[in-house]
């Protein structure tokens, strides 16, 4: 471990450990796409005589609902001997657990392009092995700093990889569609 200089934040006494939740709007904005997406598509089903059944259709939306849920109670795990991404139990068999990382064995912070321009940033560890660091929890300046603080790696140009305000456009946006939805609802019915 790497002793804090008196510019760095004091690390949290041994044994405490800090839990980190993917961002609260981010759970909110992508839940609710989810049902704006697939909600109707159930009615739908009906109205247009599909070849799968409306019911069936309905259990396998609840299916992927759940496993959004689930994947979105991603959290990552800081105390003084290392960092842990986990998932719920009940849903762990689906994400293989996450991972942990000693921090004894994290060597660098690197950072990669997405696809869309963006950067993500991932641990190499002692086995070379790459970590993907989580971006989107709340409270991720805090977690950077713990990072720097037990790592002594420079964390200073590691930023979020989407800002607030990119998610309340798409949960505006989102809650428009949901008003599509409920026009698209309420004619397929009467329809029925």
């Known amino acids: 471990m790497v002793e804090s200089s ?70 990552v795990e800081v ?14 068999w689906l994400f293989r657990g996450g991972w942990r990382l000693p921090w004894n064995e994290a060597q660098a912070l690197k950072p990669r392009s997405t696809g869309q321009g963006g950067i993500v940033y991932y641990f190499v560890g002692a086995n070379q092995q790459a970590y993907l660091l989580p971006m989107r929890v709340a409270g991720f300046a805090q977690l950077v700093r713990l990072v720097e603080t037990y790592t002594g790696i420079d964390t200073q140009d590691v930023k979020p990889l989407s800002q607030p ?28």
């Open 6 to 75: 008196p510019l760095a934040p004091a690390a949290p006494a041994s044994g405490d450990r800090q839990v980190f939740h993917i961002s609260p709007l981010i759970r909110l904005t992508l839940l609710l796409l989810y049902l704006a997406l697939m909600g109707p598509l159930p009615f739908l089903a009906r109205v247009t005589q599909s070849g799968v059944s409306p019911q069936l259709m309905a259990a396998g939306i609840v299916l992927g609902g759940l496993g959004l849920y689930g994947a979105l109670g991603q959290r």
């Open 79 to 92: 105390d003084d001997q290392g960092i842990q991404v986990a998932y719920p139990v009940w849903i762990r």
């Open 165 to 192: 305000w990119m998610y309340l456009i798409l949960l505006g946006f989102t809650l428009l569609l949901l008003l599509v939805d409920a026009w698209t609802i309420a004619t397929a019915l009467q329809m029925a």
